[in-house]
């Protein structure tokens, strides 16, 4: 071989080791893309600057804001543990991948947020704060909360009349505590992280659960009177509750004027979902609607108390515990309907609808007890008729 073929041989190989050599530096970072998260070694810890080697992908850099953000975490590290981070940039004016730590964990994070959402596992955490409408509780540096309604029988607040800062001062009690929850609902585009407590019973209330079914009869202490029914604990560590609706076959509006807290009680089991148990005091009592099916019919007079007043009409109670409405188109406007009957008084109706088996009752209004009774529609069309009268003179 000649000297001018050997010297172009040799710039021919200098030149291309040299392309590939830049080829090489320029791959791997072609795999990667800003917002990625990647796995890096700590090299060095220069001030508020960290050095991670990231492999094939060089050197990454975690410095400026990025640092200040991250300074409780990064300040424990030391040379050889691995981190992970997210790219910010994939190169910088030094030639580094700039990198965010905070910014990773929450990936991380949300992530695993999202896995604990579709598996449905429960988790134990510490409550760290709360307010009057229930609980925050943190997960990986993530802010999350915990309803007051999807807490379980066990910790709800039982507070008589609803009162919010008394309900207030009872979830504050279990603020440091560690509970077991379930991720409900979660959007990390709007930072939403929503707990439940609910259907995270442990194996020891699962048997106990067992024990019981639908339709048994139970009796207990009632330990909570609430706006919404009763909390009744029927053996340790086991409490079922008892809707408003299902206290009593007649209206309840406040169920501490009928129960409070200690009182025997019993009652029957109408569902079971998970550790929740649904009673049913009403249950065990007569149906009013059954035993005095055959005792009214359409047209017959009878004799009720007022127990409300409502946009819709008046809300009637009959002697033998059924009740229905009156209508407000009995009384023409809710106006009248007020100047005409009080809550708590008696006053005459007629049955205009008996249908026991849909437990519907309506009744047209025929004036107060003791006095004789009146057709207060007829009055009604009158007062138009003679409305009508004077526009027709006035014009």
Known sequence: MNTVTHDKALEFGNNASSIMEELLKLRPKTFLKEGDIINGVVLEKDGAR???????????????KEYQNARDLLKGLKEGDTVSAKIVDLENEDGLVELSVKEAGAEIAWKDIRELKESGDAIDLRISDSNKGGLVIEFKGIKGFLPASQLNSTHYPRVEGGDKDKISDELKKLVGQVLSVTILDTDSKSNKLIFTEKGTESEEIKKTIEKYKIGDTVEGEITGVVEFGIFIKIEDNLEGLAHISELDWALVENPSQL?????????KIIAIEGDKISLSVKALKPDPWEINKE???????????????????????????IYGLAHISEFGTEKKMRETVESGKLYIFQIAVFQPENRKLSLSFLGKEGEAPRNLKTEIEESKEEKKTEEEQSA
Request: positive net charge.
């Open 50 to 64: 960290v050095y991670l080697d990231l492999g094939i992908f060089g050197t990454g850099i975690i410095y400026g």
């Open 259 to 267: 129960f409070k807290i200690g009182d025997k009680i019993k009652a």
């Open 295 to 321: 005792k009214y019919k359409k047209g017959d007079i009878v004799t009720g108390k007022v127990l409300r007043l409502n946009k819709f009409g008046t809300l009637v109670l009959l002697d033998t515990g």
